[in-house]
């Protein structure tokens, strides 16, 4: 029904960038809110940003300044641009969509899969 796909992580060194995607796919109506997770071993998922579909958005601290969260809303795609990348931000990171709605009804959360971002020093 609904897919969400991540892209665009990898292997970065301390200091550099890196721009994630989301491409949400199905039926879809409209989303009322998107964000970025992130989740290392041994520790729980955190939300690292989110912009509702009215451009609200919402940074954790540990990100304000270095990350930049943005979304197309025609094209139901999130981004995520990751600048001075630093160890502790090594997670798999994952898209969230959340008040979806579909030609099947609404509203529903939905997760991708996750993404891997390794920062190396």
């Known amino acids: 029904q609904v897919q969400l796909v991540e892209s665009g992580g990898g292997l970065v060194q301390v200091g550099g960038s890196l721009r994630l995607s989301c491409a949400a796919s199905?039926?879809?109506?409209?989303?009322?809110?998107m964000g970025w997770y992130r989740q290392a071993p041994g520790k729980q998922r955190e939300l690292v940003a989110s912009i509702t579909s009215g451009g609200r958005i919402n940074y954790a601290d540990s990100v304000k300044g270095r990350f930049t969260i943005s979304r197309d809303n025609a094209k139901n795609t999130l981004y995520l641009q990751m600048t001075s990348l630093k160890p502790e931000d090594t997670a798999v990171y994952y898209c969230?969509?959340?008040?979806?709605?579909?030609?099947?009804?609404?509203?529903?959360?939905?997760w991708g899969k996750g993404t891997l971002v390794t920062v190396s020093s």
């Open positions: 199905g039926s879809i109506f409209s989303i009322n809110g």
């Open positions: 969230n969509a959340a008040g979806v709605w579909t030609i099947a009804g609404g509203a529903m959360d939905y």
